[in-house]
């Protein structure tokens, strides 16, 4: 089981490209920092529709979900999965894609926030 101080380095050995934002805070002590930053880039990604680097990131997403403890859980559930929620999904060919690229351990979450913050709207 993947605990909260061993998310931020985890993540660095799946996406590289995140080791120097993962360092500008004390990030092995704050798992919502830590996963606030990987969302982040993961929407980042999305929107340039870099699809090969976020389909990476959500399945790095997925395994944290399921293979973290229960605070680990809690960030993805309360900080990842919010954000990509607002994710622009654009035409259908894009929202099909991304679709795609959601994990099934985090796609439960994706549509009830998806249905909560369209509600909203």
Do not use: W
């Not at 605070?71 to 654009?90: D, E, N, Y």
């Amino acid at each position: 089981m993947i605990n909260q101080y061993e998310v931020p380095a985890y993540i660095e050995d799946h996406i590289p490209a995140l080791k120097k934002a993962l360092h500008q805070f004390p990030a092995i002590f704050h798992i919502y920092d830590t996963v606030g930053c990987f969302s982040e880039y993961t929407d980042r990604q999305l929107r340039e529709q870099n699809f090969p680097v976020a389909g990476r990131c959500l399945q790095l997403a997925g395994k944290l979900y399921e293979r973290g403890n229960e605070v680990v859980k809690g960030a993805i559930t309360r900080v990842f999965v919010p954000a990509l929620s607002k994710v622009p999904l654009g035409d259908a060919v894009n929202r099909i894609r991304i679709y795609g690229l959601i994990p099934d351990a985090i796609y439960g979450l994706y549509i009830q926030q998806q249905l909560i913050y369209n509600g909203n709207r």
